[in-house]
């Protein structure tokens, strides 16, 4: 079938159940898909629960309930259909809705997967949207949420925006009117909260010599060209910046790097606001920090909270989700801290370091991520810790940049491909991002495993190979 034909099967067959339960993953895609089609299924007038796991795995097979509703399995399920049928799921109760590697099993099930038809730029949340709109054009203000998952799950790191049918649930979203974009805009985070000299150090995308990771050079460098606190030590934030002040920083920003040498490629990209949000809730005003609020909601195991702000509180859980965000920026900087004060172990193509239980296991990886910065930018970084759900296991987290993405590495399947000779399992993910679980006592060898993948990666793509 097409992926518009997937697509109208599964708004057939949940809008024919009596009752659904939404099985979802807690980090940002996760959470807005799960709420994308419980509004929707709920709005249809159909009962409906959501449970949201860490992982889809034989540890958590428990958490689905044993009863009649169709089981709608979020952001996960398509890499673990041979386990759905190990657990005895018949396919006339399961639609799986996802954007991951998919691992059929020998029964069929119902699965809507973007990537089985080529869309490998559109996330679980995307997907869920699709699937909403079909169930009842009603649905077109739930675009917002999609955007939402796309961003926190990177569709856009890419091509620095939305591409392909992402592009077309954008549109869905400016029609509406929740929906703003500002194309070709300064790449930047925190562009409604992030005090100006912060947003510009800590880009991960441009290097400005002087200004990147040295936020009192990103003050000296704005004061020069006239962009001064508002009051006392109070910055502005990007969002309320007048035109004139952008357009200089832009400029001032271009000239110091093109005298320092440095690539301009990925100077600019497309930023996601929502004009429907208030002032006073600046974290949901665009796309990316919104995203950050649900991820801080899922990594801290409180993801139902996520999906409260997602269907509108803006009081209560708002405000213990601000504290919670709070939390997770403060402990992924810890990470970052203890990875770079501790320092990596480098093979010839990986950077790795083990955290044990110094951290949560939901949020090594994040901060992983952002160390990358101040480490070898040609390096993906292994980084394992103890898995909290099985004590036998050590949790792997992968990250790299787009621009070891562009020379032919794929984190996603070197991680796999290594699980099957060390019998770990893959926890999903990307091409720049991706998790598994392996036995404790197979760590040394999986490493070099990975490396020697990566190499092999490598190789495929440069232009001097056969």
């Known amino acids: 079938m097409s992926f518009d034909q997937d697509v109208r099967s599964a708004a057939d067959v949940i809008l024919s159940s009596n009752s659904v339960t939404v099985i979802s993953h807690i980090d940002a895609d996760g959470i807005s898909s799960e709420s994308i089609l419980s509004q929707a299924i709920s709005r249809a007038g159909i009962p409906a629960r959501s449970v949201y796991l860490r992982q889809l795995d034989p540890l958590t097979l428990h958490e689905i309930p044993d009863d009649e509703s169709l089981k709608i399995f979020s952001d ?217 609020l649900l991820n801080s909601c899922g990594r801290w195991k409180r993801p139902e909270l996520g999906g409260k702000i997602c269907r509108g509180d803006r009081v209560v859980a708002f405000r213990e989700a601000e504290q919670m965000l709070r939390n997770h920026r403060s402990k992924i900087r810890e990470v970052m801290e203890y990875i770079t004060d501790t320092g990596v172990s480098e093979l010839s193509h990986l950077l790795y370091i083990h955290v044990g239980d110094r951290f949560p296991d939901t949020i090594v990886g994040i901060g992983a991520g952002m160390s990358l910065s101040r480490l070898n930018p040609e390096k993906p970084i292994l980084i394992m810790c103890e898995d909290s759900l099985d004590p036998t296991k050590t949790k792997i987290s992968m990250r790299t940049r787009q621009e070891v993405v562009d020379k032919g590495v794929d984190l996603q399947k070197a991680l796999s491909t290594a699980c099957e000779r060390f019998d770990g399992s893959s926890g999903g993910g990307h091409r720049i991002a991706a998790g598994a679980f392996i036995p404790h006592d197979a760590e040394r060898e999986f490493i070099e495993e990975v490396n020697h993948i990566l190499r092999q990666q490598y190789a495929q793509k440069s232009p001097d190979s056969c």
């Open 76 to 292: 996960f399920g398509s890499g673990q259909q041979s386990m759905l049928q190990e657990k005895g799921l018949s396919p006339d109760d399961i639609v799986i809705i996802d954007h991951h590697v998919s691992q059929p099993a020998d029964i069929s099930y119902l699965e809507v997967n973007c990537l089985l038809h080529g869309y490998e730029k559109m996330s679980a949340a995307g997907v869920a949207y699709l699937v909403a709109r079909e169930m009842d054009d009603i649905n077109r203000d739930l675009a917002k949420l999609a955007i939402v998952g796309n961003i926190g799950d990177m569709m856009d790191r890419e091509n620095l925006k939305l591409t392909g049918p992402a592009h077309e649930i954008l549109a869905d979203g400016v029609g509406y009117g929740n929906v703003e974009v500002w194309e070709h805009d300064l790449n930047i985070y925190g562009i409604s909260t992030r005090p100006l000299p912060n947003a510009l150090a800590y880009s991960d995308d441009i290097d400005i010599p002087g200004v990147s990771q040295v936020p009192d050079g990103a003050r000296i460098f704005l004061e020069k060209i006239g962009i001064k606190p508002l009051s006392g030590t109070r910055w502005p934030v990007w969002e309320t910046l007048p035109f004139e002040d952008k357009q200089a920083v832009v400029c001032a920003v271009i000239d110091q790097m093109l005298a320092f040498g440095k690539n301009l490629d990925r100077l600019f990209a497309d930023h996601y606001l929502f004009p429907d949000e208030n002032q006073a809730q600046a974290t949901l005003r665009n796309a990316s920090e919104y995203a950050t």
